[in-house]
């Protein structure tokens, strides 16, 4: 994941937010205090700046923080979709690789229908990284449905390679490139 993702995590939050977020300039979240119970400034806003610095952990603490105080059970979806994501986003880049993936795969718990591509694809490194073989093959067709004319970045054989030694239950010896 990297810079890619963020911007595009950035323009989903825009887009699918709820009144309380009013989408800015600089193609990041804002919240308004009255309509935010979380209060200004926004650890939202924080969170992707420090991820845009390279603070990947003090990015995971802020959302970390926000995932456990009590007013984000009353977030939409969306929000507590669009924290799960920059919180994996930051745990990847920490190489927590299973806390990452457990946490991008919240994402979908909140928006099922979730449509950006970088977002299948982060899922399925992860899933493929961490020996979730079902759901890599599930995230990189989802990736390939979204835009196919990409499908010649990524290295089919290896998610492939995967599928197949889930379906013989044996290792397939094929490494990613």
Not at 16 to 38: F, K
Not at 91 to 101: F, K, N, P, V
Not at 121 to 134: K, P, V
């Amino acid at each position: 994941m990297g810079k890619a993702l963020l911007r595009s995590a950035a323009c989903f939050a825009a887009l699918t937010s709820s009144p309380a977020m009013a989408s800015t300039g600089n193609a990041t979240s804002q919240r308004s205090s009255p309509g935010c119970a979380l209060n200004a400034p926004d650890p939202i806003d924080q969170a992707v700046d420090k991820l845009n610095a390279g603070d990947y952990a003090g990015a995971a603490a802020d959302m970390r923080a926000l995932i456990a105080h009590p007013a984000f059970t009353e977030q939409k979806a969306s929000a507590k979709a669009f924290a799960y994501l920059i919180l994996g986003t930051a745990e990847d880049q920490l190489q927590d690789y299973d806390q990452a993936y457990a946490d991008l795969a919240k994402v979908r718990m909140f928006m099922p229908d979730i449509d950006l591509m970088q977002y299948w694809q982060s899922l399925t490194t992860l899933a493929m990284r961490t020996d979730h073989n079902d759901v890599a093959v599930a995230a990189f067709t989802r990736r390939v449905e979204l835009e196919p004319a990409t499908v010649s970045d990524y290295n089919i054989k290896y998610v492939y390679s995967r599928s197949e030694e889930r379906r013989v239950g044996k290792e397939c010896r094929l490494t990613p490139s």
